[in-house]
């Protein structure tokens, strides 16, 4: 069993910055890819970001480009997400999870999940 936990997530002002972090209790840490995903009320889940173990590929979807950065510390088994420019839209709750194998587009290799953080931003 893989346990992730997020945190940084709060209550911002547009235009402001937020840094996610996730940790994990798994002793291979680096053997998974990780990724950000993000669901807002009424809304389906989305991926926001991804990192493959070794961190050398990154993804982000569309509305994060230039505003968010991924990024790992495998010697402290962390992700963090760093949040930029933050809009209204950008509020949802965060989730980090954890894949056997890099991917962006099948949400089902994401085995581990944290319990989410709320993000929210304020117009």
Same mark, same amino acid.
Do not use: H
């Given at each position: 069993?893989?346990? #992730? ?5 709060? #209550? ?7 840094? #996610? ?6 002793r291979t840490f680096s053997n998974y890819a990780m990724g950000?995903?993000?669901? *807002? ?5 989305? @991926? ?10 990154? =993804? ?9 950065? @991924?990024?790992r510390d495998n010697a402290k088994k962390t992700v963090y ?12 709750? =965060? =989730?980090? *999870? *954890? *894949? ?11 085995? =581990? ?11």
């Open positions: 069993q893989v346990q #992730l936990v997020e945190s940084g997530g709060g #209550l911002v002002q547009a235009g402001g910055s937020l840094r #996610l972090s996730c940790t994990a209790s798994e950000w995903f993000r669901q *807002a009320p009424g809304k389906e889940r989305v @991926i926001v970001s991804a990192i493959s173990g070794s961190g050398g590929i990154k =993804y982000y979807a569309d509305s994060v480009k230039g505003r968010f950065t @991924i990024s997400l760093q949040m930029n420019s933050l809009k209204p839209e950008d509020t949802s709750i =965060y =989730y980090c *999870a *954890a *894949a056997a194998r890099f991917t962006t587009t099948t949400t089902s290799l994401y085995s =581990y999940w944290g319990r989410g953080t709320q993000v929210t931003v304020s117009s």
